[in-house]
């Protein structure tokens, strides 16, 4: 099982630009998340679906929309991206008990 | 709002010692307390806590939940070079439809040979 993938790992933008960040998870979990993670900041909620065919907002939802595509993939789109949004994005998913399954990771920065 | 705080937020040990953690939290609604190592990239599942009192373990790694004074801790004993990472405590609310969860900030751990 691969378990959380997370596509691309890499990622240089300009301001304006647009891009979706891509993730799959092989563990049938019905939830998923995209986390951001800054210095000093912890991992902070973006968007979560708790199953397939729903969608909300975290924590930190601004400048960006989600599509659950289906029960495995969830992804994360930036329509024009900001400086501020410079980061490492992190997808997560799980089923009821809180023990969610982290991706490895795409390093965004928005120039 | 749910807040975790952990700490120190850094800490640098020689191999062989022995760390400890912690993590304390406020939560509307506690359903349960993570903790997660992060190294170069993706967190990995260490623990999940939800009873008090009751120590988990694993190898040389160790945690426990105080429910009524809010805060757990997390012991490493005969640290190695390889245990330097970001160790992630995240509390769970059980008043939401999903998995909702808060992070703290992290422990950065540097483990010197």
């Known amino acids: 099982n691969a378990g959380v993938t997370q596509t691309p790992k890499f990622q240089v933008l300009k301001t304006g630009q647009s891009m979706t960040l891509q993730c799959a998870q092989d563990m049938n979990h019905n939830s998923m998340y995209w986390y951001r993670q800054d210095p000093g900041m912890g991992l902070r909620l973006i968007y979560y679906s708790a199953s397939e065919g729903t969608t909300d907002k975290g924590e930190v939802p601004n400048g960006y929309n989600v599509s659950r595509l289906n029960k495995r993939e969830f992804s994360l789109r930036l329509e024009s991206a900001a400086p501020s949004q410079t980061s490492v994005y992190f997808c997560?998913?799980?089923?009821?008990?809180?023990?969610?399954?982290f991706g490895p990771g795409t390093r965004l920065t928005v120039l | 709002e749910d807040k975790v705080v952990q700490s120190p937020l850094s800490l640098v040990v020689h191999e062989g010692d022995t760390v400890t953690l912690n993590c304390s939290y406020e939560?509307?609604?506690?359903?349960?307390l993570l903790w997660y190592k992060q190294e170069k990239k993706a967190p990995t599942f260490l623990f999940m806590l939800?009873?008090?009192?009751i120590e988990k373990k694993s190898g040389r790694l160790s945690s426990i939940l105080d429910k009524k004074e809010l805060f757990s801790i997390l012991n490493i004993t005969a640290t190695q070079t390889g245990d330097s990472a970001v160790y992630l405590c995240a509390v769970g609310n059980a008043g939401t439809s999903y998995g909702k969860l808060t992070f703290g900030q992290g422990t950065i751990l540097t483990v010197h040979p």
């Open positions: 939560v509307t609604n506690f359903r349960s």
């Open positions: 939800t009873s008090s009192g």
């Open positions: 997560a998913s799980s089923e009821q008990l809180h023990t969610q399954y």
